[in-house]
């Protein structure tokens, strides 16, 4: 098409419905009631219960929640609220921080918690086939006599269905990848009550469009996920974690970026700064140097995890690193770990009665000691409390910036913070969002982050929902 003709063709705009009637509703659970019973409810309880996620935006109740059981249930759902204009917003645990299954626009909360089956665990292939309910931390434990184990761990026990809908990662991403490279395959319901098996067990596939990876990130907007099949990894034979603190966060990323260019095979490579140090040993009544500190971890053969954490200490002290603590045994490491995910919540006492909004950017790791370093004299200025953590090792930091979201002019000042951070972000050629994905909080920088390509995604989201019934008014 000549160029002139295709800029007289307006992209395909998505449509956000309106609330639905109290008629609408009665009609919708008067279709669906007979044969999901009690599993469909508008107790106010309930509704409350997913009226919000772990982020600090304010609550919004749907209309009524439903508990499906199987794929076939979910499609049945999805062509009821389709005939009568009723929003769906996929919920699974509750643990995202962006907003994504808060009901803006009411309608039906059609909660997959109870979809929680390992469908086949297949160890010879090393992969497994799960319902979206599944979370992490049970798949791993049904999982432990096979000598494998799922990867992808955001510190939440989120449940397998909603990772892959955010494009979750966390503190293994450096190694193992994220929800993007661990998913194969998927099950999912799209907006017409079609139920779609997207790609193979393969390990690789050039047929068609790649419809799993569309589908992983869309965070509901177009399709519910109802079973996937993902990858699994053996577990070490060895494995050894170390804290270690630097005088600056600059020298901290160094170190990082050293490991990185030296080549170890690190399997975790998280960075908390003092304030967050601070708050973690308050919080995990743990005793570390309160500085900018590295937590690392090494997984392999034992003579290679000693070898790795040799050179990553020798690297460490060409930068000022210092206090090495390592922790061997596994309960040790444990408590190390559940110490660092507890981090957000650990803030929470430094502001007590405030709320937390967790940022998550993620730039070029060249760049990332100058962002962090701008961003900290930034919060300064700005007056907020907000500890810093972040995954390092593939250049993503977070801020727990703690907020009374009651004070306008508090509100205001963390709006304008935000803005300048995600800019920064971008202009080092980063983005605004890691791995939280977009939710409510961060729809307003998807264009400037993707230009025409965001036109390209609202095309998309209008031809698979038109009707714009799922997960409205999120993401696009």
Known sequence: MPASV??????????????????????????????????ITTARGIRDQHAHDESWHRPAAPDAVCFPHTTEEVAAVVRACAAHRVPLIPYGVGTSVEGQVIAEHGGLSVDLSAMDAVVAVRPDDMDATVQPGVTRTRLNAHLRATGLFFSV????????????????????TVRYGTMRENVLSLTAVMADGRIVRTGTRARKSAAGYDLTHLLIGAEGTLGIITELTVKLHGLPEAVSSAVVAFDTVGDAVAAVIASIQYGLPLARIELLDALAMAAVNRFSQLGYAEKPTLFLEFHGTHAGVKEQAETMAELCQEF??????????????RKLWQARHDA???????????????????VPISRLAECIEATQADVKESGLVAPLLGHVGDGNFH???????????????????NERLVERALAAGGTCTGEHGIGLGKRRYLEAEHGEGLAVMR???AALDPLGIMNPGKLV
């Open 6 to 39: 295709a800029a007289e063709v307006p992209p395909l705009q998505p449509t956000v419905p309106p609330r639905p009637s109290a008629d609408a509703i009665a009609a919708l659970i008067a279709e669906l009631e007979p044969w999901l019973g009690e599993r």
């Open 153 to 172: 761990d955001p510190g939440a026990d989120a449940s397998l269905g909603g990772m892959a809908s955010t494009r979750a990662s966390g503190t293994n």
């Open 320 to 333: 000022g690193g210092s206090d090495f603590a390592w922790a061997t045994r596994e309960e040790e490491r």
């Open 344 to 362: 957000a919540y650990a803030a929470k006492q430094l502001r007590p009665g405030t709320e937390f909004l967790a940022t998550d950017i993620c």
């Open 399 to 417: 801020l727990v910036v703690m907020v009374d979201r009651d004070d306008a002019q508090e509100v205001a000042t963390l709006a304008a913070f």
């Open 459 to 461: 095309t998309i989201k």
